[in-house]
């Protein structure tokens, strides 16, 4: 085995335990078929009762009257896709992160010869693959069914979603190692998880895009990474930006990913110099 592979093999075999682990909870990832067809169908008759409140009944005027810079097919299809790539990004580093501190767990970690970040990134990307297979691939297809979606702008902005969807990935996975780090000063993180949850459903754009925000507040996201987790996705899938302003949005997240990667083995290194284990 050559020295690469020797180096990559721990890493492989953590993805393979984070897609394992989650097969002990597969039945909630079948409840989450209906769970995400629940929220595409709250907010579809939501944002068509808006359209409506607006005076635009007609198809025709759907297609043609925008609020925000969106008409009423791409805002459905904003909101299911969104949803769609949710079931993708999201992941419980924070939380699994939380339990072991507490339990003591955390420990093990110390005597591993490899990147503990890289590690926890690892198993949230077995639970992504688990994820894709058991969740959002037939996510797609019930709302597909059930929905007027679009498909993206051209294969072109497909190709860039795609890459745009990988960063989600990895920067909601850096953000959440970032936010498991702190129980190990702070022991009990529940609230700051809790904040952390409303605060990127918020600002990454999934609940309501950027461009119906204000303006001094478009201001100050664009210079966080939260809305290149939803919304810089969903506007390549729309066509909204495209050519080279894609490729900037593109360049702004994968900078994004790497400072967060940076600033994460930076905490973890500070904050594991001093550390009680409790628990075992």
């Not at 682990?21 to 209906?34: K, T, V």
């Not at 635009?56 to 925008?66: F, K, L, P, V, Y």
């Not at 609020?67 to 990004?89: F, K, M, N």
Request: glycine content about 6%; aromatic content about 16%.
């Amino acid at each position: 085995m050559s020295t690469r592979s020797s180096v990559l093999a721990p890493y492989a075999e953590f993805t393979r335990i984070g897609f394992v682990n989650i097969l002990a909870f597969r039945l909630r990832y079948y409840a989450g078929i209906f769970t995400y067809l629940i929220n595409v169908t709250v907010y579809y008759f939501i944002w068509s009762a808006v359209y409506r409140a607006r005076g635009i009944s007609s198809a025709t005027q759907a297609a043609t009257s925008t609020i925000g810079g969106y008409d009423l097919p791409q805002i459905l299809t904003y909101v299911a896709v969104g949803w769609v790539i949710r079931s993708l990004y999201w992941n419980t580093i924070d939380q699994e992160m939380a339990y072991e501190v507490i339990d003591g767990k955390i420990a093990m970690d110390f005597i591993k010869p490899v990147s503990i970040q890289w590690m926890w990134i690892c198993r949230a990307l077995g639970e992504t693959a688990f994820r894709l297979v058991m969740l959002t691939a037939p996510s797609c297809i019930v709302i597909a069914l059930l929905f007027h979606v679009r498909f993206a702008a051209s294969w072109t902005q497909f190709g860039l979603f795609l890459i745009a969807v990988a960063g989600s990935i990895l920067l909601m996975a850096a953000i959440n190692f970032m936010i498991g780090t702190c129980a190990i000063p702070l022991t009990s993180i529940l609230s700051l998880i809790r904040a952390k949850f409303w605060l990127i459903e918020l600002l990454s754009g999934l609940l309501v895009p950027m461009t119906y925000f204000p303006s001094t507040v478009q201001k100050i996201a664009a210079w966080l990474p939260f809305q290149h987790i939803a919304f810089t996705p969903l506007q390549i899938y729309l066509g909204k930006i495209s050519g080279m302003d894609a490729l900037r949005a593109l360049a702004m997240q994968w900078i994004w990913i790497a400072v967060l990667l940076w600033l994460g083995d930076l905490w973890w290194r500070t904050a594991t110099r001093k550390i009680t284990i409790h628990g075992g």
